[in-house]
Nanobody, 115 residues
Framework: QVQLVESGGGLVQPGGFLRLFCAAF?????????MGWYPQAPGKQREFVAT???????TYADCVKGRFSISRDNAKNAVDLQMDSLQPEDTAVYYC????????WGQGNQVTVSS
């Protein structure tokens, strides 16, 4: 059974930083074509902010360019998201995503940016 297990969310003040982690179980990680992070704010659709391919090509949404950084460790079957200069509009539940032969989602991790 494939599982994506996330950790690292929490509450941070504006201008602060957080790092999200996602570990994959039950899947041959190097066969996963793309890993990504997709936040979903209250009342809004889940949207893309960052993806990384198995050859480590990265893509970012315009709203997070220069603030967020995604990286992937194939040896650890893990991907993480470094989030700097966080703003209240970054508040959302962040979902880890894996795309290969199928698409998988993590359970979601709350990130709250508030003073």
């Amino acid at each position: 059974q494939v599982q994506l297990v996330e950790s690292g969310g929490g509450l941070v003040q504006p201008g602060g930083f957080l790092r999200l982690f996602c570990a994959a179980f039950g899947i041959i990680f190097k066969l996963v074509r793309v890993m990504g992070w997709y936040p979903q704010a209250p009342g809004k659709q889940r949207e893309f902010v960052a993806t990384i391919t198995r050859t480590t090509t990265t893509t970012y949404a315009d709203c997070v360019k220069g603030r967020f950084s995604i990286s992937r460790d194939n040896a650890k079957n893990a991907v993480d998201l470094q989030m700097d200069s966080l703003q209240p509009e970054d508040t959302a539940v962040y979902y880890c995503n894996a795309q290969g032969s199928y698409t998988y989602w993590g359970q979601g991790n709350q990130v709250t940016v508030s003073s």
